[in-house]
């Protein structure tokens, strides 16, 4: 479904849900807002999904229970206030989104409190904060073999080409909501850190391999997880993921795949058949990387990874062992101990190889 035609029904269910609190009020009844709960207890994982979802149980929001009354207000506000950014065809940031309550005598104690309001509308919805025009402030980049059409106001039409810049192009609202105009790549490289994203271009990856390469800046952000998935779904290009070796990089490439528990009451943001390229934890002895050891907050995020049901693949089962049994990790740039282009001329290739006859 298209940008535009996402904020059209996101529009009219907020527009909706105002209608139904003012016929209530109207008719002289207090209203309540129904939403599906988000409690642990009502997390499970759907094998067929390949995701965490929200099961049955829902809680209710009524404007006649004193202890609703404050959470039910910043809700509603915040719905308001979200239907204004998508009218106007304006948008916003969670900081934002904080202090424009202000402006409104709306309370909220911190910027974590106005994040899970925001959290519940989404799940209202079904709809993710970017269909609202809300975005967070952490941007990645993009670049490769893809021209763009922007469909944002002032800049319909118009066309850019992600290779025209040599630090990749920012993965933000406008370019979140682009049509794919044109491509010739293969396969979406996705990328856990700018230093290596740099080296990939540097040495022409985009062209050596007709890929499309993603800079995560970490755990990426969910309009860059968003667009992963388009690429895979909408031009039909293979997507493999690039972490550091260590539970955090493993991590990282999962919440790639499918999602997190976090947004379990979203669908769009997950690429189940994404693969995880490594840094393996095998890969530190394959290739004899420089490493260090794993401290205690590695081996325990170990053993809770471990009993994330996402995580029972063979692959996945194998490569935690290998990191307990050694005790080691290692980074991305490891590999520069064999020069700067190993990674490029010997590890990639060796490895989309292995991926590709699996």
């Known amino acids: 479904m298209k940008g535009a035609d996402r904020k059209s029904i996101v529009r009219d269910q907020l527009h909706e849900m105002g209608v139904r609190i003012y016929d209530l009020l ?5 209203p309540d807002i129904e939403m599906p709960s988000r409690s642990v207890k009502n997390i499970e994982y759907d094998p067929k999904l390949r995701q965490y ?6 809680v209710k929001r009524n404007a006649k229970n004193i202890k609703h009354i404050r959470p039910f207000t910043q809700l ?9 950014l998508l009218s106007n065809r304006k948008t916003s940031t969670l900081r934002d989104i904080f202090y424009s309550a202000q402006a409104y005598n709306i309370d909220f104690e911190d910027q974590n409190e106005s994040d899970e309001v925001i959290t519940e509308l989404e799940s209202i919805l079904g709809k993710a904060r970017e269909d ?19 469909t944002v106001p002032g800049y319909e039409g118009k066309r850019l080409d992600l290779t025209s810049h040599p630090d990749g192009v920012m993965i933000g609202p406008a370019l979140t909501t682009a ?3 044109q491509t010739n790549a293969e396969m979406v490289l ?12 540097e040495e022409k990856v985009y062209k050596k391999y007709n890929a499309i390469l993603i800079d995560t800046v970490g755990q990426p952000p969910r309009s860059t997880r968003y667009m992963i998935r388009r690429l895979h779904e909408e031009l039909g290009l293979p997507v493999y993921v690039f972490t550091d070796a260590d539970p955090w990089g493993m991590h990282i490439a999962m919440v790639i795949i499918s999602g997190s528990a976090n947004a379990a009451h979203l669908r769009e943001l997950t690429t189940p058949d994404a693969k995880w390229a490594g840094v393996w934890a ?3 002895n394959k290739y004899k990387l420089p490493h260090d050891p794993l401290t205690e907050l590695d081996v325990k995020r170990l053993f809770e990874l471990k009993s994330d049901p996402r995580y029972g693949e063979k692959l996945w089962k194998d490569e ?10 290692a980074e991305q740039e490891a590999f520069a101990r064999y020069g700067l282009t190993y990674i490029v001329d010997k590890y990639l290739p060796d490895k989309l190889k292995l991926l590709k006859e699996q």
């Open 132 to 150: 609202f025009n809300v975005y967070p402030e952490e941007r990645s980049a993009i670049f490769g073999d893809l021209t763009i059409e922007y």
């Open 190 to 201: 996705v990328i856990e850190k700018g230093a290596l994203f740099t080296r990939f271009v």
């Open 320 to 329: 935690m062992a290998t990191f307990l049994k050694y005790k080691r990790k």
């Open 26 to 30: 109207d008719s002289g009844k207090y």
């Open 76 to 84: 509603v506000w915040l719905a308001s206030f979200s239907k204004e």
């Open 282 to 284: 095998s890969d530190i």
């Open 179 to 181: 049509a794919f105009a």
């Open 53 to 58: 979802v929200l099961g049955p149980t829902s």
